[in-house]
């Protein structure tokens, strides 16, 4: 006897609706043009984009799994299984390596104790490194929960960052 085919996912009615407007913006046969906004909608509404998600979105858009899967792992502002609260992105590129990004993202690394792709064990802070945010005059810089970019990221500016995140959740 087969086992029974995986139930495929499903978005509200209110999920659909905001990926009809968002699909109404463009003619019917660039409706991939949409992926990136239904993307971030669905990540606003569940967190994070599941492989079910993008199989999802792709059958509502008309196009093979793949297209949106593509998009979904190029652009690190998805995020590909459920995060912290708080995203920190390091930049690693070359110029902000070269002014101590690496040291910023090993010093995160430390205080939070866990290493870069993972979360803390309380489900506050997500450690991850990213390519050039467009700051390199700043460097090393970051950006948290992919709004909010913070420069010239000391280690003392680092501890300050956390701690005032952790008394904003009552985890000082």
Known sequence: MNAPAPTAMQF???????????????????????????????????????????TALAAYIGVEPIAVHEVTTFYNMYNQ??????????????????????????HLEKKLGIEMGETTPDGLFTLQQSECLGACADAPVMLVNDRHMCS??????????????????GKA
């Open 12 to 54: 509200s009615a209110a999920t659909i609706a905001r990926f009809d407007r968002e699909v109404a913006k463009y003619p019917p046969e660039q409706r991939i043009s949409a992926v990136m906004a239904c993307l971030a909608i669905i990540q606003q509404e569940q967190g994070w984009v599941s492989t079910e998600a993008e």
């Open 152 to 169: 010239f990221m000391s280690h003392d500016k680092l501890d300050q960052l956390v701690d005032g995140l952790r008394a904003t959740e």
């Open 81 to 106: 299984r459920p995060v912290g609260k708080y995203k920190l992105n390091v930049c690693t590129n070359l110029p902000c390596q070269l002014r101590d990004g690496q040291k910023a993202l090993h």
